[in-house]
């Protein structure tokens, strides 16, 4: 396979070089792999970390600014960042007030966070966990114990991160990040596997004419690999999938991801079935997200994350935001 790298073992470093090149406003620490909004710690306010395996960008280097995250972590290709990262990160955003970390529910996360956090209070920083398991494609993986967490993470991270700009203090960043994790629910399809850098081939195989429903972020398996299906059918299944197992009792947030090879057309044209299929079975849309914000390298595919959005949350997610991967209303 044909990649724009130089070598499989510097890719992750190459990358953060050039988010520094192309994004002044953060602080990149291409070393330690750790990048920062440049006016952390922001005075009297929670600071917001996330992080994980490289490969699914703009997640989460593309989401650190005013608005969101304070700090990313990004760990090598599918692989979890370490405990000294997260460390370091948040003593560089806590202001006093605490640090917030999200993280997806996949093991090395899990454990990892779990250990920086008892190394950043051992510092004298009060540290608050979120845990996202959004997809309700399967319960178990090759990667999590429970569901995984996948398109939701967005949402978590944008909300929380408004909270946390107006000044609100820990708990209550914790509990609108629970909120929303708690009312989001993702569905993920797979049109062809990834590639790794180091791998340099598949990491599945999915032949011609056959696509993988339920499929993760790392290239998990699904619930089932069928014959290729429209855009139709597959918004259909992934609409059921996700209302099967959450029932919206208010207008929702909507974002239909692209897996990193998918172009904007097929996406947008995807959008339209998914704004159909929830307006037959009677759900409201309040806001709508179309773009590649929770990739799996050049995975052609899609995911589909709906989260219901009250009017607090709905305030929070339309509040100002500047990063690199989203920005509005600033």
């Known amino acids: 396979m044909k990649m724009l790298i130089n070598v499989p073992e510097t890719v992750v470093a190459d990358a953060l070089g050039g988010l520094a090149a192309a994004h002044p406003e953060l602080t990149v620490d291409v070393e330690n792999r750790v990048v920062v909004r440049r006016d952390a710690p922001v005075a009297h306010k929670v600071g917001l970390v996330s992080?994980?395996?490289s490969g699914h960008e703009p997640l989460h280097g593309g989401f650190v600014g005013p608005g969101m995250l304070d700090a990313a972590c990004p760990g090598e290709i599918f692989t979890s960042p370490v405990p000294d990262q997260m460390a370091r990160a948040a003593?560089?955003?806590d202001s006093g007030k605490g640090v917030l970390f999200i993280v997806k529910n996949y093991t090395g996360d899990v454990l990892n966070f779990n250990m920086a956090a008892e190394l950043a209070e051992d510092e004298g920083i009060q540290v608050a966990s979120v845990l996202v398991n959004d997809d309700v494609a399967v319960t178990d993986s090759l990667f999590t114990a429970g569901r995984r967490g996948t398109g939701a993470t967005l949402f978590v991270e944008k909300i929380a991160g408004a909270l946390a700009e107006e000044g609100a203090p820990l708990e209550q960043v914790e509990a609108v990040a629970r909120k929303?994790?708690?009312v989001s629910r993702s569905f993920g399809v797979a049109l062809s596997a990834c590639t790794t850098p180091a791998k340099g081939g598949p990491t599945f195989d999915l032949p011609p004419g056959e696509l993988e429903l339920g499929?993760?972020?790392?290239?998990?398996p699904g619930?089932?690999?069928?014959a290729m299906m429209t855009s139709r059918e597959i918004a259909d299944f992934a609409v059921d999938a996700i209302l099967d197992d959450m029932r919206p009792d208010a207008p929702v947030l909507a974002l239909v991801n692209g897996m990193g090879a998918?172009?904007?057309i097929e996406l947008y044209g995807f959008n339209a079935e998914v704004h159909r299929a929830l307006g037959e079975r009677g759900v409201t849309i309040a806001r709508t997200l179309v773009g590649n914000y929770v990739t799996s390298l050049d995975m052609a595919g899609c995911s589909l994350t709906l989260c219901q959005a009250d009017e607090e949350l709905l305030r929070l997610y339309d509040a100002p935001v500047e990063t690199a991967g989203l920005r509005w209303g600033r």
Do not use: D, K, M, Q
């Open 180 to 182: 929303v994790n708690e």
């Open 215 to 220: 499929i993760g972020i790392h290239g998990e």
């Open 51 to 53: 992080g994980g395996g």
């Open 91 to 93: 003593a560089a955003v």
């Open 223 to 226: 619930r089932e690999r069928r």
């Open 262 to 264: 998918t172009p904007l």
